[in-house]
């Protein structure tokens, strides 16, 4: 059983940055890949970011390549996400997940979420 916790939330306003933080814990933690999603009132889910936890690739879609940044501390079992240059379409609740297996067609373990604000 993995759990994960995110942090770092809160009201912004446009233009302005935010780093979150997705703390692992649990069994002997060791992913495949991670990720981060968000979903806004009213619509579907949406992947934002995603990390190999070995070879550190990574994965943007369009909407935010060049602004978001995901990383990890393997030492701290936690993932983060930068986000920069904040837009109001960016406010939705922001989730990390867990992928054991590259194989894995879904991913295994979900957080909670924290909600993210950008007023303009």
């Known amino acids: 059983q993995v759990q994960l916790v995110e942090s770092g939330g809160g009201l912004v306003q446009a233009g302005d940055s935010l780093r979150l933080s997705c703390a692992a814990s649990?069994?002997?933690?060791?992913?495949?890949?991670m990720g981060w999603f968000r979903q806004a009132p009213g619509k579907e889910r949406e992947f934002v970011a995603s990390?190999?936890?070995?070879?550190?690739?990574?994965y943007y879609p369009d909407s935010v390549k060049g602004r978001f940044t995901i990383s990890r501390d393997n030492a701290k079992n936690t993932l983060y996400l930068q986000m920069n240059s904040l837009k109001p379409e960016d406010t939705a609740v922001y989730v990390c997940?867990?992928?054991?297996?590259?194989?894995?067609?879904?991913?295994?373990?979900w957080g909670q979420g924290t909600q993210v604000t950008v007023s303009s």
């Open positions: 997940a867990c992928k054991l297996r590259y194989s894995s067609s879904e991913y295994d373990y």
């Open positions: 649990g069994r002997t933690f060791s992913p495949a890949i």
């Open positions: 990390i190999g936890w070995i070879d550190l690739l990574t």
